[in-house]
């Protein structure tokens, strides 16, 4: 815990419906839209600033953790708050980038701050389907937790970002080797034993392509494991998904998911194997959007540049702070004043969106002012 208060410092966890303030973007048409990425963001120590200074993301945490297993709730803190740079179980990655992410929404959503529209890259495409009332937090929860000992349980992938085409790369994709996200209309990520794609690599350098390694190693999942997916399917047997409040744009679909696409179970069970669409996705966001990117780090605002390199994409946890440099604590903006100022609109308590109220366990939110 950090010993410096701050003048910004929220206390208590008021409810959405609470919270007399809310964006007032109808007067350009504007939308906001929540970006949540993926595994390739998660890295020891992801959470820990802003757990150290916000009071709300820091109940958000505690009241997750406590839902999860004893085991699993401790690699997860681990993975959140341990200083940058160490090891990362793999089985953690996803429900810890599934918890800070939601603890970030709700940070911004008691000042007033909710989305019209949410966007997830991989595992976020569960944050997003949560936000967007589909899942409630102990489902989705669940369904990370078993994502992620899927994850731990399947033999180790390479990946490789290639720029290219998704047409072409799939035409020259070697033997063994997958695509499993098309990024942007120019590049792709694909995955498979890393001798393959180390020839490979060789092969499209001498033809001037682009290839580059994920700075964090972000797995993938074998052409088997559809066989695989039972912890899920069982998962999943006990959810009730419901229409989303708000627009959700699946990475799964690349379009905005229908009512009745988005109480299908099956969904869940093809996005472990199904290629991301995220280029397909973030076509279907408009020029005037309000672009943030809730999650650690700015990997998606580093996709969408590449499409859009005016395009402003606000990370609430940029990478130095999220990685914990103290020389960048004392500069970085409060989160919600960093989105209020991308936004540059009046406060007004007019047409206020609410976030749905999840609890994990079934118990109070602590803190809540009534």
């Known amino acids: 815990m950090t010993d410096t208060p701050r003048s910004t410092i929220r206390t208590g966890l008021p409810e959405p419906a609470d919270v007399p303030l809310a964006i007032d973007l109808r007067r350009r048409r504007a939308r906001l839209v929540f970006l949540y990425p993926g595994r390739a963001a998660g890295h020891a120590g992801m959470g820990r600033f802003v757990h150290d200074t916000e009071p709300v993301v820091r109940l958000e945490v505690e009241n997750a953790l406590a839902a999860l297993d004893g085991p699993l709730a401790d690699q997860v803190r681990s993975v959140l708050l341990d200083a940058p740079g160490g090891a990362v179980p793999i089985g953690a990655v996803d429900p810890a980038l599934f918890v800070l992410e939601y603890a970030l929404t709700r940070l911004l959503a008691v000042d007033g701050l909710t989305p019209d529209r949410v966007l997830g890259y991989g595992v976020g495409e569960v944050t997003a389907a949560c936000v967007a009332g589909v899942l409630d937090l102990a489902d989705a929860l669940r369904l990370v937790a078993a994502y992620g000992r899927l994850s731990a349980e399947l033999p180790s992938t390479a990946t490789m970002t290639v720029g290219l085409p998704p047409h072409d790369v799939a035409r020259q994709l070697p033997p063994g080797v997958r ?114 990117e809730v999650g650690p780090g700015d990997t998606l605002a580093a996709l969408l540049r590449q499409s859009a390199p005016d395009r402003p994409v606000l990370p609430v946890l940029p990478a130095a702070v999220d990685h914990g440099s103290p020389d960048s604590r004392p500069h970085h903006p409060d989160p919600v004043a960093a989105v209020r100022a991308l936004l540059a609109e009046p406060v007004t308590p007019r047409d206020r969106h609410h976030l749905p109220d999840h609890t994990a366990a079934g118990t109070s939110r602590p803190g809540r002012r009534d």
Do not use: K, M, N
């Not at 590049?187 to 060789?202: D, K, Y």
């Not at 419901?242 to 009512?259: D, K, M, Q, Y």
């Open 179 to 292: 695509l499993i996200a098309v990024d942007t209309p120019e590049s792709c990520v694909v995955a498979g034993p890393e001798p393959e794609l180390r020839r490979w690599e060789r092969c499209l350098a001498q033809l001037y392509v682009s290839c580059r390694r994920p700075a964090v190693p972000v797995g993938a999942y074998p052409d088997d494991v559809p066989s695989r997916l039972g912890e899920v399917a069982a998962v999943l047997a006990g959810t009730v998904p419901r229409p989303p409040r708000i627009g959700w744009l699946s990475t799964v679909s690349g379009r905005p998911v229908s009512a009745d696409e988005a109480v299908d179970r099956e969904h869940w069970l093809r996005l472990p194997h199904r290629p991301i669409r995220f280029a397909d996705a973030a076509g279907e966001l408009a020029d005037r959007d309000v672009l943030v």
